[in-house]
């Protein structure tokens, strides 16, 4: 997720943001307390690269994990980390709010660790902290939420928000047309549209759709919460009578927008989720809601990124590559999951 909204309070978190309401939507929420599977945190069985070597004292810093998404991203980095007998990981709280995040990050410098991984509040607001790292020596990886300024980061991990509205818009377009469907009503529940990260997965939807003329009749934006969710799905009703397909960006936000298709009667339509919860692909594979597709954003970049810091910790590159260093950028494809596919799929829900 590239960037982060300064209202916490108003976010809850994200990636997707767990702020439960109503003791209803409990039960479907993502659990914070699941482990990672051995799928999301795992080292090479064999090569040189998983043999112990130089020791590397990592830090972590990551939003609270009041929300599945971000639950995962720390959960994940801390069993990589233990996975390996040569790597030391040292997480950081990152409070609050950027400045907080930016105060303890800046602790952790003087501390001298050989790399840091952090998943910023906001990339733009922590880009500083980058610069300032990478200055006195200490390479960064910067995840999900990008820093603006490539020399504040050895390494940038993230996900294609982009291509998740690719994705989504592909998926509904391919199944409108199955149904001849030829002037669709389209709806659209993103995240919080002063995101960067919003801002792209929409983009992604309405260039795909355009390319088969098709467009989005009403976007409710909500929070990457349950509630807001939940809130952002009845205005979707209110003002549709009809609807032939939704994406709703967030599986976690999707928990509230379930609870409103279930309260309204509403299911002459299909919809598509995004990131990849375990409650997601499980709804996925039984085949029994609405919900038929849901293109990934995989936490498990967390335990990517806690693997190449020891990489680079080490002065060692990717074992199947050519070249001698880990690259600059990674950014992860996002893949669509359906009925077909979700058993392959499920070991890295979150």
Not at 101 to 130: C, M, W, Y
Request: contains cysteine.
């Amino acid at each position: 997720m590239t960037q982060h909204s300064p209202d916490l309070s108003r976010r809850r978190m994200l990636f997707g943001g767990v702020a439960v309401g109503a003791g209803v939507l409990l039960a479907g929420c993502t659990s914070n307390e699941s482990s990672p599977t051995t799928a999301q945190t795992k080292a090479a069985a064999t090569g040189v690269n998983n043999e112990p070597g130089k020791k590397v004292v990592i830090g972590f810093s990551a939003p609270a994990d009041d929300h599945g998404w971000i639950a995962a991203i720390t959960n994940n980095a801390k069993a990589q980390a233990g996975a390996y007998s040569d790597v030391e990981l040292k997480p950081v709280a990152a409070g609050a709010d950027p400045a907080a995040q930016r105060a303890a990050l800046s602790t952790l410098v003087s501390q001298k660790p050989d790399v840091i991984v952090v998943l910023p509040h906001d990339g733009k607001e922590l880009n500083a902290f980058g610069l300032e790292a990478m200055t006195a020596g200490i390479p960064v990886i910067n995840l999900d939420r990008a820093f603006p300024d490539a020399r504040a980061y050895r390494l940038q991990i993230k996900g294609d928000n982009y291509g998740m509205g690719v994705a989504a818009a592909t998926y509904i377009i391919a199944q409108l047309k199955a149904k001849g469907v030829s002037n669709p009503v389209i709806g659209e529940i993103p995240g919080i549209d002063a995101l960067e990260l919003t801002q792209e997965r929409t983009k992604g939807f309405n260039d795909t759709l355009a390319a088969s003329g098709f467009k989005v009749a009403n976007r409710r934006p909500a929070e990457f919460t349950v509630d807001s969710g939940q809130q952002a799905a009845t205005g979707l009703f209110q003002a549709l009578p009809k609807i032939d397909a939704i994406w709703n960006h967030d599986d976690d936000q999707g928990v509230g927008v379930m609870a409103a298709i279930n309260q309204s009667g509403r299911k002459e339509f299909f919809m598509v989720g995004g990131a990849g919860s375990k409650k997601a692909m499980e709804d996925i594979q039984a085949d029994n809601t609405v919900l038929k597709a849901t293109v990934t954003y995989s936490p498990s970049m967390a335990s990517s990124a806690i693997s190449l810091a020891r990489l680079i910790g080490q002065g060692k590159g990717m074992s199947d590559l050519v070249e001698l260093q880990v690259p600059k950028e990674i950014v992860l494809a996002s893949e669509t999951i359906t009925k077909e596919n979700a058993s392959n799929y499920l070991k890295l829900g979150f």
